[in-house]
């Protein structure tokens, strides 16, 4: 479990000034979850409880999260790892720039390339752009597993637009239930919990 390398990007990572986020911040957040999970949710970025806290997900979209998340077997304690394209609130919870994402993208390869994912599930537009295709279309390819150099990604929702417009609610949960599917499949350790 110890990981030299887990430890070190944490550190300089909580340090980071690579942006003009970290002037407004109250706490970078890194990222939650198991380390060795095979499955990484990527979100867009902190928001006023995120940033507060230093933990991801932790409002009411993060609520709403932790409980299609419990529906379909996974819990940030256990499987899964959750992070950020940006590890620091830009204020007034506007979409992080293209130069604030350029600045910290470094940081969740890292991340990526430590924790090894077999699936990475993107919450919302500005992480499925970022991290799957600049032109993907949430309402149109949400539930999509597109292979991009041996990890499966999937686009799915933002909690935090379920939250506004709760018509989402049923096929964002069908995603869920496709994961599940595609996590026992293929997936070798993790281990659902209900
Ligand atoms: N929204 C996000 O995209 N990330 C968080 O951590 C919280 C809310
Ligand atoms: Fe560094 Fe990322 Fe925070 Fe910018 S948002 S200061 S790049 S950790």
Redesign the pocket.
């Known amino acids: 479990m110890e990981n030299p390398n887990w430890d070190a990007l944490i550190k300089q990572c909580m340090n980071c000034t690579g942006c003009k986020l970290a002037e407004t911040r109250n706490n970078v ?1 890194v990222g939650t979850g198991n380390p060795q999970s095979e499955i990484m949710f990527i ?5 006023e409880q ?1 940033d507060l806290k230093g933990e ?2 932790v ?1 009411r ?2 609520q709403l999260l932790d409980k299609m998340l419990a529906a379909v077997g996974l819990s940030r304690k256990h499987n899964i790892y959750i992070a ?1 394209i940006v590890k620091c609130r830009p204020p007034n919870n506007r979409d992080p720039l293209p130069e604030e994402q350029d600045a910290c993208i470094p940081w969740l390869r890292e991340q990526v390339s430590l924790i090894r994912p077999k699936i990475i599930v993107c ?2 537009r500005v992480a499925a752009h970022r991290i799957i295709s600049p032109d993907f279309k949430v309402t149109l390819q949400h539930g999509e597993f597109i292979n991009k150099g041996g990890i499966l990604m999937m686009g799915t929702f ?1 909690p ?1 637009a379920i939250l506004r417009n709760p018509n989402q609610k049923p096929a964002a949960f069908a995603d869920f239930l496709a994961l599940r599917d595609k996590i026992e499949e293929i997936c070798k350790h993790t281990q659902l919990i209900y």
């Open positions: 957040v979100g867009e970025g902190p928001g995120e991801p997900f409002g979209a993060g950020n919450l919302g933002h935090a």
